[in-house]
């Protein structure tokens, strides 16, 4: 991807691939999107491709992506949803029109009104965003356990266990800090 930008983190769930586009919110947080052409290529890679992306359009994928965020954490902690997150999300999902395409493959692709249609974009990841909030699918929303990351993911693991929004990062890290404090306690019990 374009060099000098933050990598995207992929899952397979849109709307949640979609709000870890802002990581760290609880630490240095790591804004994935900076510029329009992010939105462009973020979208591109989850089958959204979208010609181009005025400032105003990134705004309004932000608005969506924190509204997300909010009413995911809120169905993951069993709370009333925000009502201004819901709003959101219903604006969003409803100002757009996209159709979903089956391939000859057999595979579902979205077909949005235009090539310039951000917002046909963005009624895709709040209607997704809306199945997994309504419990409609097999998973369970659920809280990243790091302290700086706290990310809503949907576990779809077996188990329903998942601790992590993304073993390769939050996962990780976790794991090296509680190596990193073992071999601390294990270097204080060793001294005489
Ligand atoms: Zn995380």
Do not use: Y
């Not at 576990?155 to 800090?177: I, L, P």
């Amino acid at each position: 991807m374009r060099a000098g930008f933050p990598d995207f983190r992929l899952g397979n769930v849109l709307a949640t691939s979609f709000t870890g586009t802002l990581s760290e919110r609880h630490g240095n947080a790591v804004e994935r999107i900076p510029v329009p052409h992010r939105l462009v290529d973020w979208l591109t890679v989850n089958g959204l491709a979208v010609d181009s992306c005025t400032p105003a359009q990134l705004d309004l994928a932000r608005e969506l992506r924190e509204s997300i965020h909010a009413a995911a954490t809120a169905a993951a902690l069993q709370a009333t949803l925000p009502v201004p997150a819901v709003q959101v999300i219903n604006d969003r999902s409803t100002q757009g029109r996209a159709a979903a395409i089956l391939t000859p493959e057999g595979k579902r692709q979205w077909r949005l009104s235009s090539a310039s249609c951000v917002e046909d974009a963005l009624s895709v990841i709040a209607a997704d965003a809306i199945s997994i909030i309504a419990g409609e699918r097999d998973g369970r929303l659920a809280l990243c356990a790091s302290p700086t990351c706290q990310a809503a993911f949907f576990d779809t693991s077996q188990s329903r266990t998942r601790k992590w929004c993304d073993m390769n990062t939050c996962g990780n890290r976790q794991k090296k800090a509680r190596f990193n404090a073992n071999q601390r306690a294990t270097l204080r019990s060793a001294k005489p």
